[in-house]
């Protein structure tokens, strides 16, 4: 028996070692991120049979996705495929196993301009290694026959290949030249746009290594030929991410490690300490009051199961370094689902559990730790707030006393198939409040100070209820801005620009309707991440809310609609020439791949969770 069981440790041994390492096994303990799918083969599978998969490569679908497959091959890839003398599309078949790429510190300081982080891609062929050297054999020759100035690498005894690329600057227009011009020359003198890059790339067994570091190859190349190395598996940070979980099952993942982030971040804090500043806020004091320190690492990751997608990001932020905006932001696990009054015809629900007093008091406190001057300052402004009206009013005691730990914002429809509409679609925002008339109070007062305040501003009644109104600036500070009106009502304070969603609430006590919170397939969602009890809970009905974004886009030209109106009219006109929203099928023809959404957030004691989850259309 004893001989058998030694050769299947040998066997397995064997097997084990003829495998590539896991990320955690493969990457140094200096790395810095590192995102991954471990097995790039299982994850297309499962992504071309999950919704977005199916969507994409429904036959309706076809002409957009080719043209818009084209552009990128042509405007992404094409002068990395003219300089190299080769296709994406010839390597493609490749990828089999893992796909990772990391950032690692490789002896990065901040405050040095001569050294910068290294970048790594790991791409494992498995069964193909074979074909990969045919592969890159025919590269090396092609760089040599285009004459392409390329240098040749020993790591361990391995054959690796240097390449020069140069990256060219992206063309502008005559006036954009000249202005540019003028900038740099003010600072800096003549700058050169152009950006000179080295890659090194080469074989390890089936896999692929491709850096930018021939010295974060090294580590790499010494882990995957059978060496030992300080692994990124032995760090804390990364052991207590894996060891909940976070990554089990999971078709990709990714990892940050925040803490050796906000180390380099404070070395250039310490760096600029000193410096003039009208209020005395020092970089370092900054950080540490913002909390910043307390934050060790984010991870993130994916899964599909036969109910849908579902994904989970967490912060790992122990429950007593949790300091300045992350205090602020702390949560108690309390019920979170739709009340009554929101109408099942919502198209997006978020709620919040946040206390609101106690965010306040705690960014009080963080403001007076970066800098008491400003805090001071604040207190000074807030004191005087609306006292130009009445001089016994007082905003903490009307408004920030009154804040209560209840956040609703919910969504419906827009009335119009317009880019215009989907901008404004009927949104209203309720504030929870033990006594939401002194809110309401308080929020006129600060609304007063607004530019527009005076002549725009306007009061009125309904169904038992004063409403008011602030006139919002414009653009640029112009009068076009809306109404912003808010009323108290329901043990809430109730604001939004659109009047119908308002006054619907303001009614909602007298009368009966369906709700959001008899929607089944939301309640049946919202057990795959935890309930609704968690304190942070969320809804999109992405098939409603799709649809008139779809129609609009469908109309559209380009980009040139969507992202002009986002960028002031400035469209990246290279991207629309590839994105041709026209080319989008009917609605109706993709409806049937799109459903609702959830998320659920919580505060645990090792950190913040967030969950999604996208179930599977039936």
Same mark, same amino acid.
């Given at each position: 028996?004893?001989?058998?069981?030694?050769?299947?440790?040998?066997?397995?041994?064997?097997?084990?070692?003829?495998?590539?390492?896991?990320?955690?096994?493969?990457?140094?303990?200096?790395?810095?991120?590192?995102?991954?799918?471990?097995?790039?083969?299982?994850?297309?599978?499962?992504? @071309? =049979?999950?919704?977005?998969?199916?969507?994409?490569?429904?036959?309706?679908?076809?002409?957009?996705?080719?043209?818009?497959?084209?552009?990128?091959?042509?405007?992404?890839?094409? #002068?990395?495929?003219?300089?190299?003398?080769?296709?994406?599309?010839?390597?493609?078949?490749?990828?089999?196993?893992?796909?990772?790429?990391?950032?690692?510190?490789?002896?990065?300081?901040? *405050?040095?301009?001569?050294?910068?982080?290294?970048?790594?891609?790991?791409?494992?062929?498995?069964?193909?290694? +074979?074909?990969?050297?045919?592969?890159?054999?025919?590269?090396?020759?092609?760089?040599?026959?285009?004459?392409?100035?390329?240098?040749?690498?020993?790591?361990?005894?391995?054959?690796?290949?240097?390449?020069?690329?140069?990256?060219?600057?992206?063309?502008?227009?005559?006036?954009?030249?000249?202005?540019?011009?003028?900038? /740099?020359?003010?600072? !800096?003198?003549?700058?050169?746009?152009?950006?000179?890059?080295?890659?090194?790339?080469?074989?390890?067994?089936?896999?692929?290594?491709?850096?930018? =570091?021939?010295?974060?190859?090294?580590?790499?190349?010494?882990?995957?030929?059978?060496?030992?190395?300080?692994?990124? +598996?032995?760090?804390?940070?990364?052991?207590?991410? /894996?060891?909940?979980?976070?990554?089990?099952?999971?078709?990709?993942?990714?990892?940050?490690?925040? *803490?050796?982030?906000?180390? @380099?971040?404070?070395?250039?804090? +310490?760096?600029? $300490?000193?410096?003039?500043?009208?209020?005395?806020?020092?970089?370092?004091?900054?950080?540490?009051?913002?909390?910043?320190?307390?934050?060790?690492?984010?991870?993130? =990751?994916?899964?599909?199961?036969? !109910?849908?997608? &579902?994904?989970?990001?967490?912060?790992?932020?122990?429950?007593? @370094?949790?300091?300045?905006?992350?205090?602020?932001?702390?949560?108690?696990?309390?019920?979170?689902?739709?009340?009554?009054?929101?109408?099942?015809?919502?198209?997006?629900?978020?709620?919040?559990?946040? #206390?609101?007093?106690?965010?306040?008091?705690?960014?009080?406190?963080?403001? @007076?730790?970066?800098?008491?001057? /400003?805090?001071?300052?604040?207190?000074?402004?807030?004191?005087?707030?609306?006292?130009?009206?009445?001089?016994?009013?007082?905003?903490?005691?009307?408004?920030?006393?009154?804040?209560?730990?209840?956040?609703?914002?919910?969504?419906?429809?827009?009335?119009?198939?317009?880019?215009?509409?989907?901008?404004?679609?009927? *949104?209203?925002?309720?504030?929870? $409040?033990?006594?939401?008339?002194?809110?309401?109070?308080?929020?006129?007062?600060?609304?007063?100070?607004?530019?527009?305040?005076?002549?725009?501003?306007?009061?009125?009644?309904?169904?038992?209820?004063?409403?008011?109104?602030?006139?919002?600036?414009?653009?640029?500070?112009? !009068? #076009?801005?809306?109404?912003?009106?808010? +009323?108290?009502?329901?043990?809430?304070?109730?604001?939004?620009?659109?009047?119908?969603?308002?006054?619907?609430?303001? &009614?909602?006590?007298?009368?009966?309707?369906?709700?959001?919170?008899?929607?089944?397939?939301?309640? /049946?969602?919202?057990?795959?991440?935890?309930?609704?009890?968690?304190?942070?809970?969320?809804?999109?009905?992405?098939?409603?809310?799709? &649809?008139?974004?779809?129609?609009?886009?469908?109309?559209?030209?380009?980009?040139?609609?969507?992202?002009?109106?986002?960028?002031?009219?400035?469209?990246?006109?290279?991207?629309?020439?590839?994105?041709?929203?026209?080319?989008?099928?009917?609605?109706?023809?993709?409806?049937?791949?799109?459903?609702?959404?959830?998320?659920?957030?919580?505060?645990?004691?090792?950190?913040?969770?967030?969950?999604?989850?996208?179930?599977?259309?039936?």
């Amino acid at each position: 028996m004893k001989p058998l069981i030694f050769l299947l440790l040998a066997l397995g041994t064997l097997i084990a070692r003829s495998g590539v390492p896991a990320p955690a096994e493969l990457f140094p303990q200096d790395t810095l991120a590192v995102v991954t799918l471990p097995d790039y083969a299982s994850a297309r599978t499962q992504f @071309q =049979s999950g919704s977005f998969g199916r969507l994409w490569a429904d036959a309706s679908m076809k002409p957009f996705r080719d043209k818009a497959e084209a552009g990128f091959k042509k405007e992404v890839l094409g #002068d990395l495929e003219k300089q190299l003398g080769v296709k994406a599309d010839d390597y493609l078949d490749l990828l089999q196993g893992q796909i990772s790429i990391g950032v690692v510190e490789n002896g990065w300081v901040a *405050t040095d301009s001569t050294s910068e982080p290294a970048l790594v891609i790991v791409l494992d062929t498995r069964d193909k290694a +074979a074909e990969l050297k045919t592969r890159l054999t025919e590269i090396r020759q092609k760089l040599a026959d285009a004459k392409k100035p390329v240098k040749l690498e020993k790591i361990r005894d391995l054959e690796f290949s240097t390449v020069t690329i140069e990256r060219k600057a992206e063309k502008k227009d005559e006036k954009s030249d000249k202005d540019d011009d003028d900038d /740099a020359k003010k600072a !800096d003198g003549e700058i050169k746009a152009d950006r000179t890059e080295h890659w090194t790339f080469g074989q390890v067994d089936s896999v692929l290594l491709v850096s930018d =570091s021939v010295k974060a190859l090294e580590k790499l190349v010494a882990r995957l030929s059978g060496g030992s190395i300080p692994q990124l +598996a032995e760090l804390p940070e990364f052991q207590a991410s /894996a060891q909940a979980n976070h990554f089990k099952d999971s078709i990709g993942y990714g990892w940050v490690n925040a *803490t050796a982030l906000i180390k @380099q971040l404070k070395k250039v804090a +310490a760096k600029a $300490s000193g410096s003039a500043s009208p209020l005395g806020v020092e970089p370092v004091r900054l950080i540490t009051a913002s909390g910043l320190e307390g934050l060790k690492t984010l991870a993130f =990751s994916a899964f599909f199961t036969p !109910d849908g997608e &579902r994904s989970e990001l967490t912060l790992a932020l122990p429950e007593g @370094q949790r300091l300045g905006i992350f205090k602020m932001l702390e949560f108690s696990a309390r019920d979170s689902a739709p009340p009554s009054f929101v109408p099942s015809d919502a198209i997006a629900f978020r709620r919040w559990r946040l #206390d609101g007093k106690k965010s306040w008091e705690n960014l009080e406190s963080m403001v @007076q730790q970066i800098s008491p001057q /400003a805090a001071g300052m604040l207190q000074l402004y807030l004191g005087t707030l609306g006292k130009d009206k009445d001089p016994n009013f007082d905003f903490k005691k009307s408004f920030v006393s009154n804040l209560g730990d209840d956040l609703i914002t919910f969504q419906k429809s827009p009335t119009e198939k317009t880019l215009a509409a989907l901008q404004d679609a009927p *949104t209203l925002t309720l504030v929870g $409040s033990p006594d939401a008339v002194q809110l309401a109070n308080g929020l006129r007062a600060a609304g007063s100070l607004l530019p527009t305040a005076g002549d725009g501003n306007k009061e009125r009644d309904f169904n038992g209820h004063r409403i008011y109104g602030v006139k919002m600036p414009g653009r640029e500070g112009g !009068d #076009d801005g809306k109404l912003l009106e808010f +009323a108290a009502g329901n043990g809430y304070l109730a604001i939004s620009t659109d009047a119908a969603i308002l006054e619907q609430f303001l &009614r909602s006590g007298d009368a009966e309707g369906k709700s959001l919170k008899d929607n089944v397939s939301l309640t /049946a969602a919202a057990e795959k991440i935890g309930g609704t009890g968690t304190g942070l809970f969320g809804f999109q009905d992405a098939k409603e809310g799709t &649809r008139i974004w779809w129609e609009v886009l469908r109309q559209s030209d380009g980009l040139d609609q969507l992202m002009g109106a986002a960028s002031g009219g400035n469209s990246d006109k290279k991207i629309g020439n590839w994105i041709d929203f026209k080319l989008l099928p009917p609605f109706e023809e993709i409806g049937k791949y799109l459903g609702l959404s959830v998320f659920s957030g919580k505060w645990e004691n090792a950190g913040f969770n967030l969950l999604g989850f996208w179930p599977t259309p039936k």
